[in-house]
């Protein structure tokens, strides 16, 4: 069943039927202001932190609401309809609803009754505040006499747990003030009169109208909604006066009343505005809305053009419309959302996760690279900063991190702030591709130069950081010589024990060696070339005798000795993760590599997507096999993890095997699942982070929307493997791996400030490899372009 289309010319998602299977949400604004909208209005805002700054409230895993809601009552027959199909829900016969999810903002068109409405929801760039600016329109034959409310419902702290639980306390430290075009919101007003009490802070919220008169308000939840009556019903709604009261201990929220009348044909626009600050910072803000049409349509442009001038650095043209609307539009602005929030707030994740997972946000860098390399190069100074010493990562950064003066898990203070005990055997491993996709991709040979600060003090080149990075692993290694599992690796189900091995983290270990040669040789450092040169061959050795067998490699080793994931295991004998790795790592034989990607399609491959591992645990789990605690096919118990389809999809493109690569890219991807809405149930334009697999009775319904690593892995997948673009020091090698059926496709991108148009011509079919490349005219000894040869405007011709 189809829900909505993507409309690639507006770069946005059109809902136009609204009785989603799920919520389907949009990100608006920036770290410092953030708003999530469903395409039925629900959903929350907050200042800086989904924790501790939070604005509205949400309902979590319930039924998508409150959230931002504009009502519209016609005042002769006392009708009643929302702006947004919910809350009140009008028979879809009658109620006709469009919803536009674009990058950066959200709109929603109606038409009810003769009245025709579109509501726009943004966050003006770099601003702080939100924006509701609705255009009412008369489509009758007749003059219409309309209420419109908007109403918003605050929190009563601004720490989410505590004004959701601890009621003896939120309930009484906060009230409301109608100040003529708005009503005004204040917690612990006292501390502003008084001295602070136990470093309590005075917050004030606003929640104005612009562009019309006031006729009545509310500041009170109860007296707005009334009593037994709900977000579909309020009384002021249903009564058409919100009542003019007040909250005082009770539950604070926003609600305003203004009348038009409106000849046929007539428009009117006016705007709700949201924020949190103070009075003299309010007023000039709602002042700027003196003129709501140019005010609202000049922001409206800014963040299009910023948001598309982003997304436009990279643009493809191939004869899949899914492939082009994910890798155009919305695989790629989930990336910069996930590099933006990690995992801090969505529909899902309820905002108190304050701060950044070492792996999660160094991966999340990884799919904004050929987007915005300057981006990308703020966030890996932040996390390299976060890097201890001894070469581990933080486990958890918080958003407040201070570089150089941060605990670390070996101190007792550290977990007590953080909940996270140990370090984990990955984290800082996968500084290797992150740091060498980006100067690959900008250039900046220079940066692995530059002398960033280390967590806990002290100080180091990139190239020190990374060499650090080398010593932790090699410091903390199992039985075999191979990393020891430590807390977790990637897979924070399995835990096989402090001197426990991990295949998965040996394999990127054995990568991250190859990547720091490639610096080592750029600086001449002939005595660790040979260091590494020789530990990596040993490591290499290592895995090839301990971790292959037959057809796949092992997931790894407790610290007892006990082979995990050996193929004579009744439960989880095939695992996904060593075998895309040991193609991408480049450790194993072609050989080798063919029959552990042959192993993976016939084992675990499913109409959604790949397996993480098969068979689900259900009688075999060992201790430390936490996945067994989730259902069969759910999760890391045999679901089909969506982060880790990007490492099998550029694992075939490396093998060249395109037919292969774009299967598992069209099973997992959202936009393949258009027209099936009604199994996926989440949005079809973004990752999950996971979809049940076949032991489920709903086997490809997908869950955890949008903040997932899946976002990054999957770009790369596509730009790297199946489109071939791959950058290194030195210029460009252009390798596809696509479909055989692709005859001929476009990309244009932007590398080091020159515009690259890249025809590529398939005609006999292939998977694969290349016959000529022509620069501006001139071929090419092979299929690389030295970065030298490049003009400001180039036509490049490659042929398969």
């Not at 909940?419 to 992150?434: C, E």
């Not at 490809?700 to 929307?705: S, T």
């Not at 730009?719 to 244009?748: C, H, Q, T, Y």
Request: proline share 4%; hydrophobic share 35%; charged share 20%.
């Amino acid at each position: 069943m189809r829900y909505g289309y993507f409309d690639e010319a507006n770069k946005e998602y059109v809902i136009d039927r609204p009785d989603t299977p799920a919520p389907w949400a949009n990100y608006l604004g920036s770290p410092e202001y953030g708003a999530i909208i469903s395409n039925n209005a629900g959903g929350y805002s907050f200042v800086k932190s989904g924790a501790n700054g939070r604005i509205l409230r949400y309902i979590f895993n319930s039924f998508d609401q409150p959230g931002r809601y504009i009502y519209l009552r016609d005042n002769d027959s006392k009708d009643y309809w929302s702006a947004s199909w919910q809350p009140v829900g009008k028979d879809l016969d009658s109620y006709k609803s469009e919803c536009h999810h674009g990058t950066g903002y959200t709109y929603m068109n109606a038409e009810y009754a003769g009245i025709k409405s579109s509501v726009l929801y943004y966050v003006p760039l770099d601003k702080t505040h939100e924006v509701w600016k609705l255009k009412v329109t008369n489509d009758s034959d007749k003059p219409r006499n309309l209420s419109v409310f908007g109403y918003c419902e605050f929190t009563n702290d601004n720490n989410y747990e505590q004004d959701q639980v601890n009621l003896q306390y939120t309930l009484f430290i906060t009230r409301t003030y109608f100040m003529g075009n708005r009503i005004k919101q204040v917690i612990n007003e006292n501390v502003n009169k008084g001295a602070a009490i136990n470093g309590s802070v005075a917050f004030t919220r606003f929640f104005g109208l612009a562009g019309a008169e006031v006729a009545s308000y509310a500041g009170d939840k109860e007296a707005f909604l009334g009593r037994y009556h709900g977000y579909g019903n309020p009384v002021g709604v249903e009564n058409g006066d919100c009542g003019n009261c007040l909250n005082y201990n009770g539950n604070a929220c926003g609600a305003l009343e203004t009348k038009i009348t409106l000849a046929p044909g007539e428009s009117k626009e006016l705007a709700f505005v949201l924020g949190m600050k103070n009075d003299a910072e309010t007023e000039a803000v709602m002042n700027s809305y003196a003129d709501v049409h140019a005010q609202s349509e000049a922001e409206l442009a800014e963040l299009k053009e910023y948001w598309h001038g982003k997304l436009n650095h990279f643009q493809v043209k191939t004869p899949s419309e899914s492939f082009n609307a994910m890798i155009n539009t919305w695989n790629a602005y989930q990336c910069f959302m996930t590099f933006i929030w990690s995992r801090a707030a969505s529909f899902s994740y309820c905002g108190l996760r304050n701060g950044y997972g070492y792996r999660d946000t160094v991966q999340d860098i990884q799919g904004v690279i050929h987007l915005a390399p300057e981006m990308a190069l703020d966030k890996i100074r932040f996390m390299l900063s976060a890097q201890v010493d001894n070469g581990g990562g933080l486990p958890l950064v918080k958003f407040d991190h201070n570089a150089g003066h941060e605990d670390t898990p070996d101190d007792e203070s550290y977990v007590r702030a953080t909940g996270h005990p140990a370090y984990r055997a990955d984290d800082a491993l996968w500084l290797f591709p992150t740091v060498y996709k980006y100067i690959a991709e900008s250039g900046n040979t220079d940066f692995i130069d530059e002398v960033i600060l280390f967590a806990n003090g002290g100080e180091g080149t990139v190239y020190e950081h990374l060499k650090r990075a080398i010593d932790f692993s090699m410091n903390h290694l199992g039985n075999n010589r191979m990393p020891a599992g430590l807390h977790a690796d990637w897979n924070d189900c399995l835990r096989l024990g402090k001197q426990g091995e991990s295949t998965f983290v040996a394999m990127q270990l054995y990568y991250a060696m190859s990547v720091l040669r490639i610096f080592a040789e750029q600086k001449n450092d002939t005595e660790y070339i040979a260091y590494l040169d020789k530990i990596q061959k040993e490591l290499g050795d290592i895995i090839q005798t301990k971790c292959w067998e037959d057809d796949r490699y092992i997931r790894g080793y407790k610290e007892d000795g006990m082979i995990i994931g050996s193929k004579h295991d009744p439960e989880a004998n095939m695992w996904l993760n060593p075998q895309s790795w040991a193609v991408i790592s480049g450790l194993a034989t072609k050989d080798q590599a063919e029959k552990a990607l042959e192993s993976v399609h016939r084992e675990l491959n499913t109409p959604y997507g790949v397996r993480l591992m098969a068979p689900s645990y259900v009688d075999h789990a060992f201790e430390g096999a936490l996945m067994l605690l989730f259902n069969p096919s759910t999760k890391e118990n045999g679901g089909i993890f969506s982060q880790p389809q990007g490492w099998i999809i550029l694992a075939e493109s490396l093998m060249g095997h395109g037919n292969r690569a774009f299967e598992y890219f069209t099973e997992s991807s959202p936009a393949s699942m258009n027209d099936k809405a009604e199994i996926r149930k989440l949005e079809p334009y973004c990752h999950g982070q996971f979809t049940e697999s076949s032991d489920s009775p709903f086997e490809g319904r997908a869950h955890v929307h949008w903040l997932t690593g899946t976002a990054s892995t999957v770009m790369v997948g596509c730009v790297e493997g199946i489109l071939g673009m791959r950058p290194d020091f030195d210029g460009l090698r252009i390798a596809p791996s696509v479909p055989s059926d692709w005859k001929e496709f476009e990309i244009n991108k932007d590398f080091r400030g020159k515009k690259l148009h890249i025809v590529v011509k398939n005609p006999n079919g292939a998977e694969s490899g290349y016959k000529s490349l022509v620069v501006n005219g001139k071929e090419m000894s092979d299929n690389y372009i030295a970065a030298s040869e490049l003009a400001d405007i180039n036509e490049i011709i490659l042929t398969m």
